[in-house]
């Protein structure tokens, strides 16, 4: 017997198509459904009667929606959320989106037809897509609408320790790698980060990096990063980037930390792995998953839960990567 993807595929649309046609949750044209009607005939498909049965109410499901799996902050992340969701019966039904708006808006659909009882995002690509939603849902980083709670990390706080840490190591020559300008938690590091340079009356300078992380991502701007063995500090806007950046200062032979001093940000767990270990500002990942699990539950229980943002506190840990001095 068929299943919904080869229908989906024989009738040429996405399955998020299929499942609103089958459980009447959102629009399908005419067309469209005498098409989905017609695989479905032909190919005698019976949508599992388990599943019917869970979506005639919610599902123990929670949505989650990260934009990059390969970012191990973003493991992590999800790994807190998914123990704290076990531990109240539920499970996670993850979503990958690389940053991308359409894959956030299909993924949200599916979402929607599996009934889920609540949704976790993580910088959100369609803040506009929200206000169509019923469904509980709790934002990380990225401020959707004056109805929906966000949680981030105190990432301008974030953003002067780093440099003010750099400074007190004795680094006068400093680059910031600045993360894409769509990410709104980035942008507060680069605002505290130049806050902090502003106070001592020093200049930095700047790259900018298009996206999150990919192997290849110094190759989009190897002009500025031929550049570095002029400086003496880097910071860079989250650690898998900072490791790329260590990665090519090695290739560079420029050495780590008595040449050139280096600051990540989140803390995740690849710090400790690296050769020197990295030098981070630390997101608290346990504080952050727990906090938006039990604000979700709160709203799935229907509680009445003040829309206000949530900061966690961003700190210093000091590793390898740097030499404070005595
Ligand atoms: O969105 C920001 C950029 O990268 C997020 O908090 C992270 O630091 C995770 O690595």
Known sequence: ??????????AGVGIAT?????????????????KIQKEIEESNYKPNALARAIFTKNSKTIGLIVPNICNPFFNQIASV????????????????????????????????????????????KCE????????PVISFESYISDKIITVSSDNYNGGKIAFEHLYECGCRNILHVRGPKSFEA??????????GAREKNLEIDFIELESDFQVKMIDSNIEGFNK????????????????TVMKFLKQKEIKIPEEV?????????????????????????????TAIIELLFKLINGEDVPIKDHFM??????????????
């Open 18 to 34: 299929v499942s609103r046609y089958l459980n009447d949750t959102g629009y399908v044209s005419d067309q469209v459904k005498a």
């Open 228 to 243: 570095i063995s002029k400086y003496d500090g880097i910071f860079v806007f989250n650690d898998i980037a900072a490791a």
């Open 186 to 195: 980035t942008e507060e590091r680069y605002r505290g980060f130049s806050d």
């Open 261 to 289: 001093q280096i600051v990540g940000f989140d803390n995740s767990f690849i710090c400790e792995l690296l050769h020197p270990s990295l030098t981070t500002i630390s997101q608290p990942i346990q504080q952050i998953g």
């Open 313 to 326: 506190k961003t700190e210093l840990i000091n590793r390898e990567t740097t030499l404070p001095r005595r």
């Open 128 to 135: 506009e897509v929200y206000s169509h939603i019923e469904i």
């Open 81 to 124: 959320i998914e123990e704290n969701a076990n531990n109240m019966g539920y499970t996670i039904f993850l979503c990958n989106t690389d940053d991308n708006a359409e894959k956030e808006r299909n993924y949200l659909e599916v979402l929607q037809s599996n009934r889920v009882a609540g949704i976790i995002v993580a910088r959100s």
């Open 1 to 10: 017997m068929a299943n919904i993807r080869e229908i989906a595929e024989k």
